[in-house]
């Protein structure tokens, strides 16, 4: 995909401050500190696009980005990071789960996974509901330049036993760094999005 035009739209703290219209969205969706923002602004060549930084839990809001003014990216709060008030954890629980579960515009999910460690507890439940759900999902090993050629390797093949991946569903590696991946990953979520647009033209029918 070329990427013509990328730009922030708004930031939401609640699911009826997301953006009006039927544009389709592509969640971004992972724990603390994973490098959401770094994948975002990469797979879109635009530094600094997304806000990013050493702190985990700085997305605390859902944030929107237009992309070729046809779709949009959407950087969800992570998940999982503890030193964080627990009142403040709840809501944002509360608040991906909304847009998960409520949002009538997702099209699909890129769930962001550090290769260099297992899935979590909660990464293997976001991606059992999301299969349950039949949300399209397009799980990326990220940060790939930390390891060697078969340290990756051997990483992608435990990441995909934990989550029961099959010899047909993709495992993207990522180097927000190199850009390993992108051209793979942009191929992925087209698909996904012709998906959903075939589905919305059967649906008016």
């Known amino acids: 995909m070329k990427i013509v035009s990328a730009e922030f ?4 703290f609640s699911l009826k401050d997301c953006p009006a219209g039927k544009l389709p969205e592509i969640a971004l969706a992972g724990r603390s500190n994973v490098g ?5 602004n990469r797979m879109v060549n635009r530094k600094g696009l997304a806000r990013t930084g050493g702190t985990p839990g ?11 003014g046809a779709f949009r990216l959407v950087d969800l709060p992570g998940y999982g990071y503890a030193r964080v008030p627990e009142k403040m954890r709840r809501e944002w629980g509360v608040l991906i789960r909304d847009y998960l579960e409520k949002r009538e515009n997702l099209a699909g999910v890129v769930l962001i996974l550090d290769i260099r460690h297992m899935p979590s507890e909660m990464d293997i439940q976001l991606y059992s509901w999301l299969q349950r759900e ?6 990326v090993a990220t940060k790939a330049d930390k390891l060697s050629k078969n ?9 995909r036993k934990v989550l029961g991946l099959d010899a047909e569903k993709p495992l993207a590696v990522f180097s927000a760094k190199t850009g390993q991946g992108r051209e793979e990953i942009w191929s ?5 999005l012709g998906q959903n647009s075939e589905l919305r033209t059967q649906n008016s029918e």
Do not use: D, H, M, Y
């Open 9 to 12: 739209i708004k930031s939401a």
């Open 36 to 40: 959401k923002s770094s994948f975002l």
């Open 58 to 68: 700085r997305t605390r809001l859902i944030n929107f980005f237009l992309i070729n």
């Open 134 to 139: 039949q949300v399209p999902v397009i799980p």
């Open 151 to 159: 340290q990756a390797g051997n990483q992608v093949r435990a990441i």
């Open 188 to 192: 992925l979520i087209e698909g996904v």
